[in-house]
């Protein structure tokens, strides 16, 4: 199947290298980053994840700044190789806890024995952390949470003053814990992907979420976990015909589940009912195209100011509740291709924010901080134009693409009434800890 896989740091150092059938060059690592670093897209577009050079497949994925790569001469499947090269990673982050270029290296003995367990000859033999606990016996080096930056997945679930605890997600499922404490807990997080697309007058053209119910465990003895969803949850445009009444009713349009969940009760009450296996894995995954209210919302104006003169106006105005806030803000503008320069004029007392003009590709760049619910902000952008302006600038300009990460928030309003652990002793409470955050996807706006 495959023939090689390694793993390169952003900087194309070789961290991880396994070579499987000898028939790809040993080179193939220098070749694959050098044609990603150089990628010679449209508008400076990143390398794809699959493409071929001299007759070599090249697969790649990004997981926690790091490339996972596999090679290959044959023709597969990309989604199958892709989806490894995303279980690969998975295990990994599942026994060192921390997947980055320190943690594999201080911990390169052990990764390359999940590697020998889970692929043999270039053929996948099992990707299940708890599988591989029978057959994997060295023990992770653990690195020290405490010394990574605040950007790390703990850092996304920040809200006001309360804090999950940051070494708790950072944790391996297989270390033994220092002193012998063993603390019990389960993270559930509800994550949504929104794609969204609006015309130029506001209005919303295509909308969609791809979301997904992620658990991690650190639970002794493996009890049963039964998670309680909206009591209006319906699957299907018309399934339950509206039994629930009212525009809050959540409708999925379709969905499917971990191998482990039964959903004996799922109809009726609305609950999941599982015994997680080791690691981090998928409960649920869903998908809704429904109408909902867009996070954002964004006010382009672009006028001529002369005949080699123009104005952008933007505001973004945020749709969702003070008590949210939006982390690492961006949109970008693609400018005409006459573009020769800009000067930026931000708001008085803008904190957090920064702009770019991008000549290579012609784009203008806004970036926030941080946007608190309810706020609105606003950027003031002059162009300069090398030749006389003849057709409207509005259609040489845009579309506008934003991306942000909104911790504790959900377009779907999908919720976790309550997450029980089943266990007959009356005195056993481990922590339980949800969690929401919602990325962008595809979120485009035309001018």
């Known amino acids: 199947m495959i023939s090689q896989f390694f793993v390169l740091s952003l900087r194309g150092d070789n961290i991880v290298f396994r070579d499987y059938r000898g028939d790809v060059p040993k080179g193939s690592a220098e070749i694959f980053f050098r044609k990603v670093k150089f990628w010679q897209g449209e508008e400076g577009e990143d390398a794809p994840p699959v493409f071929k050079v001299d007759g070599v497949n090249y697969l790649h994925v990004k997981v926690g700044g790091l490339l996972f790569v596999a090679t290959t001469r044959v023709n597969l499947s990309p989604a199958l190789i892709l989806e490894l090269l995303q279980r690969i990673a998975r295990v990994t982050k599942d026994y060192l806890g921390i997947l980055n270029e320190d943690s594999l290296r201080k911990n390169f003995v052990l990764v390359y024995e999940l590697l020998d367990e889970m692929i043999d000859f270039g053929y996948p033999q099992t990707t299940s952390t708890e599988a591989l606990k029978s057959f994997v016996f060295n023990e992770p080096v653990v690195i020290d949470a405490a010394r990574l930056p605040n950007l790390g997945p703990a850092a996304l679930f920040i809200q006001g003053t309360k804090r999950v605890p940051g070494t708790s997600v950072t944790k391996s499922v297989v270390a033994n814990e220092t002193g012998g404490r063993k603390r019990e807990e389960v993270f559930v997080d509800i994550i949504e992907k929104i794609s969204v697309t609006f015309n130029a007058s506001g209005y919303v053209l295509t909308s969609e979420i791809d979301g997904t119910i992620q658990m991690k465990s650190y639970l002794s003895g493996n009890p049963e976990i039964r998670v309680a969803l909206n009591e209006d949850l319906s699957i299907g445009r018309s399934e339950f015909g509206g039994a629930f009444g009212g525009g809050s009713m959540v409708i999925l349009d379709d969905c499917n589940f971990h191998e482990s969940v039964r959903l004996d009760d799922f109809e ?180």
């Open 268 to 447: 009726t009450e609305h609950y999941l009912t599982l015994v997680p296996p080791d690691g981090e894995f998928p409960v649920m995954n869903y998908r809704m195209t429904q109408e909902f209210k867009p996070p954002f919302k964004v006010f382009p104006v672009i006028e001529e100011a002369g005949p080699f003169k123009a104005e952008v106006v933007l505001k973004v105005r945020a749709d969702f509740p003070a008590n949210v806030t939006a982390n690492t803000v961006a949109l970008r503008l693609p400018l005409p291709k006459t573009t020769s320069r800009m000067s930026f004029e931000l708001e008085a007392g803008a904190t957090g924010q920064s702009t770019d003009f991008k000549e290579a590709n012609k784009t203008m760049e806004w970036s926030l901080r941080k946007i608190v619910g309810g706020s609105e902000h606003t950027v003031r952008a002059k162009l300069t134009l090398t030749q006389e302006r003849n057709v409207n600038i509005r259609k040489e300009a845009g579309p506008i693409s934003m991306s942000f990460t909104i911790p504790m928030f959900n377009a779907s309003k999908l919720a976790v009434r309550y997450l029980q652990v089943v266990k007959k002793s009356k005195s056993y409470n481990p922590y339980r800890w949800v969690r929401y955050v919602t990325h962008s996807n595809s979120y485009v706006v035309r001018v």
